[in-house]
């Protein structure tokens, strides 16, 4: 069963809830114990996002492997995008 990045996210999420709701109820639940927690889910969230990009951008590629690999590749296409406007 592979996890997605999303769920990986609410699964901190839920444990940084469950820690705050904790330090409440035993009245230890400060300033500092709010922005330690809001740290926690800010670095494992950007974590949890470059691995996600990273696996995307490792996926992407060996599909262009295989695809070129099976002979798909008649040559390089090029598309033009129509300029935006003022350009």
């Known amino acids: 069963m592979v996890i997605s ?20 109820e035993s009245g230890t639940y400060t300033a500092d114990v709010a922005r330690t927690l809001a740290a926690v889910v800010g670095k494992v969230g950007a974590r949890i996002a470059a ?3 990273t696996r995307g951008f490792r996926c992407g590629w060996r599909e262009a492997v295989v695809l070129s690999a ?10 033009r995008m129509p300029a935006g406007p003022g350009k």
């Open 5 to 24: 990045a999303q769920e990986r996210l609410d699964d901190v999420v839920v444990a940084v809830v469950e820690v705050a709701a904790e330090a409440g």
């Open 51 to 53: 691995e996600a990009e």
């Open 70 to 79: 099976d002979g798909a590749q008649d040559g390089a296409r090029v598309f």
